[in-house]
């Protein structure tokens, strides 16, 4: 990647760092809050999609460094930055559900937007990180909406 490739680059993985982080937070919470008769299989659920959640959250920031930048960090950032809204308190199970299944997908949608930026610019390790993200958070909507009924 030249250097005058690299800010776009950067600019989309901070977004994709702000989003993995923020719904890492929040699926984290509703793992932590999921109730009713499917408890054991959304707890599990949930516990998988955080934790990969924050792989992929470092992996990313990693990814940032490599290009030379500092990774963002703090939670003011990653509000202002990530699609993923968490900043009211989770309400009923189903509701948690669908909240998370709506963010997987706007997730999903910025990382293909942020692959197309990342080949555009002949960075195409960004691009392929970016691509394996897109269908880690259609599997987790399609998961997570499977559970809903």
């Known amino acids: 990647v030249e250097p005058r490739d690299r800010k776009a680059v950067v600019e989309a993985l901070i977004k994709a760092v702000a989003d993995s982080y923020t719904l890492y937070a929040k699926t984290l919470g509703v793992h932590w809050n999921v109730q009713g008769p499917n408890f054991f299989g959304l707890h599990k659920l949930t516990d998988a999609q955080y934790k990969e959640l924050h792989e992929a959250a470092d992996a990313l920031a990693e990814r940032i460094r490599a290009l030379g930048q500092l ?3 703090g939670f003011d950032t990653f509000k202002k ?25 706007a ?32 599997e987790n909507a399609w998961m997570l909406r499977s559970s809903l009924g």
């Open 71 to 73: 990774a963002p960090s």
């Open 81 to 105: 930055l990530s699609v993923v809204k968490n900043d009211e308190p989770h309400g009923d199970t189903d509701a948690m559900i669908a909240e998370l299944v709506a963010d997987n997908e």
């Open 107 to 138: 997730v999903a949608k910025r990382m293909s937007e942020f692959a197309e930026l990342a080949d555009d610019h002949g960075d195409f390790f960004t691009h392929d990180m970016l691509v394996a993200r897109i269908g880690v958070h259609e």
